[in-house]
Nanobody, 121 residues
Framework: QVQLVESGGGLVQAGGSLRLSCAAS????????MGWYRQAPGKQRELVAG???????NYADSVKGRFTISRDYAKNTVYLQMNSLKPEDTAVYYC???????????????WGQGTQVTVSS
């Protein structure tokens, strides 16, 4: 089994910063894709930032220049540093990964449980 465990959400004032972490645990052989999505009330889930299969980073236009995604390959962990937060960044943030499990050649998609980020004005 594989799990994605997130941490780091919370309440912050506009202009503040938060750092989210997501660690993949269990029978992980290789992580092909890993990143963060978010979903605000009444809106569709959207990609915030992520690593592609080739290791390139992708960002939503709305967070470019403010958010930075990084990865610790040894710890199977991805981080999202969020600076200059705005009220419109308020959402539940979900970690997402596509993983090949140990002793299994197939790729599986996983989601974390979600962590709330609330930015007050």
């Amino acid at each position: 089994q594989v799990q994605l465990v997130e941490s780091g959400g919370g309440l912050v004032q506009a202009g503040g910063s938060l750092r989210l972490s997501c660690a993949a645990s269990g029978s992980v052989f290789r992580i092909n894709i890993m990143g963060w999505y978010r979903q605000a009330p009444g809106k569709q889930r959207e990609l915030v930032a992520g690593f592609s299969r080739g290791g390139e980073t992708n960002y939503a236009d709305s967070v470019k220049g403010r958010f930075t995604i990084s990865r610790d390959y040894a710890k199977n962990t991805v981080y999202l540093q969020m600076n200059s937060l705005k009220p419109e960044d308020t959402a539940v943030y979900y970690c997402h990964a596509k993983i090949i499990r140990a002793y299994d050649d197939s790729e599986y998609a996983y989601w974390g449980q979600g962590t709330q980020v609330t930015v007050s004005s």
